[in-house]
């Protein structure tokens, strides 16, 4: 299992190199069930490389999780690694992240880094449009309860007949 890596961000503008996280406890606490509906990262060796920018929220679906992060905050009592700055863990799993969000002073809960091949677009409500190119985005992790995308979830999303309650489907809330 990998070890995490801090990323430390002056103003949230650039990244020093990966730092290594708090030695991990042998004997970690059990973690219930619901922690592991959360889908593995696409690729554990790439945890800690990713930039610390990236888009927040949106997009209704998404393709892979890359990284589970965890923000730490001075301000909040988070032990003051950059001059006041907010800094950030990466993990490869949720229950890892998890973890250390809840013994962490002045950590939030843990956020999922996700890749979107393609997305949709709502820049006005209720007006929809696909997106055919790649972002990377922070999601609270309960958004990966939504089903993963397809081929076919974003056209029958915007098809003329799609169902009435197609956002509620699309959030996973709904059958289709």
């Not at 892979?64 to 950030?88: H, I, K, T």
């Not at 993963?148 to 009435?164: E, G, M, S, V």
Request: net charge negative.
């Amino acid at each position: 299992m990998r070890i995490p890596t801090l990323m430390l961000c002056a103003a949230l503008l650039s990244c020093e190199q990966p730092r290594s996280a708090p030695a991990k406890d042998e004997n970690p606490p059990q973690t219930n069930a619901m922690e592991h509906r959360y889908p593995e990262v696409m690729d554990p060796e790439k945890v800690g490389t990713y930039p610390a920018l990236a888009k927040a929220g949106g997009g209704y679906v998404w393709d892979e999780v890359l990284e589970y992060r965890v923000w730490c905050y001075p301000e909040n009592g988070a032990s003051d690694e950059l001059e006041g700055d907010d800094y950030f863990y990466s993990f490869a799993t949720y229950s890892e992240a998890k973890r250390f969000a809840d013994a962490t002073k002045g950590a939030e809960s843990p956020l999922a880094l996700v890749l979107q091949r393609e997305y949709i677009d709502e820049s006005k409500p209720g007006e929809y449009r696909h997106i055919m190119e790649e972002r990377v985005t922070e999601w609270p992790v309960e958004f990966l309860k939504r089903p993963r995308r397809t081929p076919t979830t974003i056209p029958d999303f915007l098809a003329p007949d799609a169902p009435a309650n197609r956002l509620e489907i699309l959030r996973g809330t709904a059958s289709p």
